[in-house]
């Protein structure tokens, strides 16, 4: 039954069949288009590159949202109802959502983005246990990988239409290539002793190990745990020792926790700035160049570089 809801070109039947209950009209459908739910902006940016046209993209997890904390609120689960298909990124990001998306998984595709990115790519930091660092997009050629899933599933719905996506995807995936190298190059200038990347949470670890810039994080690869004082002094002694100019607090971590490493190597007579907001694992306001995945990127990159170069 729910397979006839979700051809477009069957929408007028669709609307015949409300009345048996086949769908409820949707509040956030406003078209004969295929409706996509994504959970974290970067997805959705992925989604709609590829859709162009022929998707209603809805993001779930806007400016300044924390994923690790996320739970679906009752718009969200109607959006999550009504969807063709369902992005979300895997690797326990949305570590509150789990039972979300299995159920609404048995009536529609869900799909993480993160399932064609090979094992061997994945970080598993010691410090937790067992599971893999889901922050992948801040390696851009890893993020890279993560499109066919998305061309997969919108083919799978959308036949018509299948090889526009994958003509876009591969557009977007020549614009990441261009990106990735870019980044790499401007990280580069940073004089190597001072490529020190401190930041509130351990998101950046595949940002570290591809361009090469040491990496620190107050908290852990989720701000589920609290930074802890053992966190807070090994963070301080790194800054102090290394003479480190500059820590970066994240759009989407209450900045209370990196003015507290501030005020701490102040107390040793030393002085850090904040050397600007990064965003971590969420991107900036739509209508925005940070509201892009490409533009997020761009932008982290140049606050990293302009305040430790
Ligand atoms: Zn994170």
Aim: proline share 6%.
């Amino acid at each position: 039954m729910s397979k006839f809801c979700r051809f477009p070109s069957l929408v007028l039947l669709v609307a015949l069949l409300v009345a048996a209950g086949c769908a409820a009209p949707a509040p956030s459908r406003e078209d004969d288009r295929i409706l996509v739910v994504a959970t974290t902006g970067m997805i959705g940016d992925s989604a709609r590159r590829i859709a162009g046209e022929h998707a209603q993209v809805v993001t779930m997890m806007g400016p300044g949202i924390d994923p690790h904390l996320y739970k679906a609120t009752q718009s969200d689960v109607a959006n999550l109802t009504q969807a063709d298909a369902i992005l979300y990124n895997g690797l326990h990001l949305e570590g509150k959502m789990g039972d979300v998306l299995v159920k609404v998984a048995r009536t529609r595709p869900v799909v993480a983005v993160s399932e064609t990115v090979p094992e061997d790519a994945l970080r598993e930091p010691p410090a937790f246990a067992g599971q893999y660092d889901p922050h992948i997009w801040f390696d851009v050629s890893l993020w890279a990988q993560t499109l066919d899933p998305i061309v997969n599933v919108f083919a799978e719905i959308d036949p018509a239409h299948a090889d526009e996506f994958r003509a876009n995807a591969e557009a977007y995936r020549t614009e990441l290539e261009e990106l990735d190298a870019w980044v790499e190059q401007r990280i580069a200038e940073i004089p190597e002793r001072r490529r020190v990347l401190i930041t509130a949470h351990d998101a950046f670890g595949y940002f570290g190990l591809r361009y090469e810039i040491e990496v620190v994080g107050l908290q852990g690869i989720s701000t589920l745990a609290e930074a802890g004082l053992q966190d807070m002094e090994r963070v301080v002694a790194k800054v102090v020792d290394n003479g480190i100019k500059a820590i970066f607090v994240e759009s989407s971590v209450p900045r209370r926790s990196i003015e507290a490493v501030q005020a701490a190597v102040r107390s040793h007579d030393r002085e850090v700035v904040i050397g600007g907001e990064l965003f971590s694992d969420a991107m900036g306001p739509d209508g925005t160049p940070e509201g892009t995945y490409p533009g997020m990127v761009r932008s982290n990159v140049e606050t990293i570089v302009g305040a430790l170069k």
